[in-house]
């Protein structure tokens, strides 16, 4: 049985990049607590915004949404925004949902 892992968010901002990476399971109950990290970045077009989803174990319908959200918004004031790390099962989801298409991946954020 696998152990539950906490949701998690850890935040950094370098070189022109801020970083959001994500643990444990992103779903309706934390989507606020994702929400209020991401409120003082997402209308920001002065950096980047990378999405590290490598500690992620689950995400829910409602996480994609907030992924697309993210997308959406970067998207309308031209900022760039990544996703990194995702997991072969989040990936395989993404597949699924046509989001992949979508999504700008990178090791590094390519300026």
Do not use: C
């Not at 850890?10 to 934390?30: A, I």
């Not at 950096?47 to 989803?53: D, N, Q, R, Y």
């Not at 174990?57 to 970067?74: E, H, Q």
């Not at 990544?82 to 390519?110: H, M, N, W």
Request: proline share 4%; charged share 20%.
């Amino acid at each position: 049985m696998m152990k539950m892992v906490p949701f998690a968010i850890q935040q950094s901002e370098q070189d022109g990049v801020y970083t959001l990476k994500l643990s444990g399971e992103l779903d309706l109950s934390v989507v606020p607590q994702l929400q209020k990290s991401l409120q003082h970045v997402l209308e920001r077009t002065d950096v980047a915004l990378s999405l590290h989803l490598g500690g992620l174990t689950y995400i829910d319908s409602t996480g994609i949404g907030i992924i697309v959200s993210i997308l959406k918004a970067r998207d309308a004031i031209n900022a760039p925004f990544y996703v990194q790390e995702i997991p072969s099962s989040i990936r395989r989801l993404f597949d699924l949902t046509g989001l992949s298409g979508y999504l700008k991946e990178g090791t590094e954020a390519q300026g």
